[in-house]
């Protein structure tokens, strides 16, 4: 796009909106948010757009996939309110978060990967005292996992003893690597309620496959992202007409 965007022809709302198979509403609504600079106005009040403002709508839909809607949106308004740092600190704790991902799951896989293979359910095979022992910690701590959802023991029906059947030793196993990771028990919860459902770990190995398949799609879809807010950047830093200032301003 060698002519400067600034300089070149006017749009109408439908053009930016028929390039993205988007409503006209929606383009008036993501001006309206910031996401595009204020398009200009004919003598007769109708908006009027330039290839900056295509190029800012082609920037946005590049970030959500990335970043999400919303934190894409904050990029936009920041950039087109002249905040560039702010932009690129959001940027930044997007990477942040999918970098906190990729340990979780990387925490997650080693903590699977370790487990000792296990028979089905049996009859009770530990009580709370050997368990804890065998684990390095207090049988405090395992009540505190039951109270949490973590483990489920039953109660011996003439002794009243909590006792551990094979399951139960899987999930206080993986609770208690997942716990050594820094993780917290409402972060723990929702695997353990996930090995339950799929009647142990090996079943998760499909789902972790995807998870990572996932967050690698996000990361390329960041980089798709960086590379076309590049683009914008310095589209808008070429002379020309100034483009009138969001209202987010």
């Known amino acids: 796009?060698?002519?400067?965007?600034?300089?070149?022809?006017?749009?109408?709302?439908?053009?930016?909106?028929?390039?993205?198979?988007?409503?006209?509403?929606?383009?008036?609504?993501?001006?309206?948010?910031?996401?595009?600079?204020?398009?200009?106005?004919?003598?007769?009040?109708?908006?009027?757009?330039?290839?900056?403002?295509?190029?800012?709508?082609?920037?946005?839909?590049?970030?959500?996939?990335?970043?999400?809607?919303?934190?894409?949106?904050?990029?936009?308004?920041?950039?087109?309110?002249?905040?560039?740092?702010?932009?690129?600190?959001?940027?930044?704790?997007?990477?942040?978060?999918?970098?906190?991902?990729?340990?979780?799951?990387?925490?997650?896989?080693?903590?699977?990967?370790?487990?000792?293979?296990?028979?089905a359910p049996g009859p009770g095979v530990s009580f709370i005292g050997p368990l804890a022992a065998e684990l390095g910690i207090r049988p405090a701590t395992l009540r505190k996992w039951e109270r949490a959802g973590l483990v489920r023991p039953r109660r011996d029906p003439r002794t009243g003893y909590r006792v551990y059947d094979d399951a139960d030793v899987r999930d206080a196993r993986l609770a208690h690597q997942l716990r050594r990771g820094g993780h917290l028990l409402d972060q723990i919860a929702p695997l353990i309620a996930q090995v339950r459902a799929a009647g142990g770990p090996a079943p998760l190995e499909a789902a972790m496959r995807d998870w990572r398949g996932r967050l690698g799609a996000r990361g390329r879809a960041m980089l798709a992202g960086a590379a076309e807010l590049e683009t914008y950047l310095r589209e808008r830093a070429r002379p020309g007409p100034a483009v009138r200032s969001s209202p987010w301003r």
Do not use: C, K, W
């Open 1 to 119: 796009m060698g002519r400067n965007l600034q300089n070149a022809e006017r749009l109408r709302p439908v053009d930016l909106a028929r390039r993205h198979g988007l409503s006209t509403q929606a383009i008036r609504n993501y001006e309206e948010a910031g996401i595009l600079p204020a398009a200009g106005r004919t003598p007769h009040g109708y908006r009027t757009y330039t290839p900056l403002h295509a190029r800012a709508l082609s920037t946005f839909l590049a970030l959500v996939p990335g970043h999400g809607h919303r934190t894409a949106a904050a990029i936009m308004r920041a950039v087109n309110t002249g905040a560039d740092e702010d932009a690129l600190r959001l940027i930044d704790e997007s990477h942040a978060r999918l970098l906190g991902d990729r340990r979780t799951l990387q925490a997650v896989e080693d903590a699977l990967r370790d487990l000792e293979p296990i028979t």
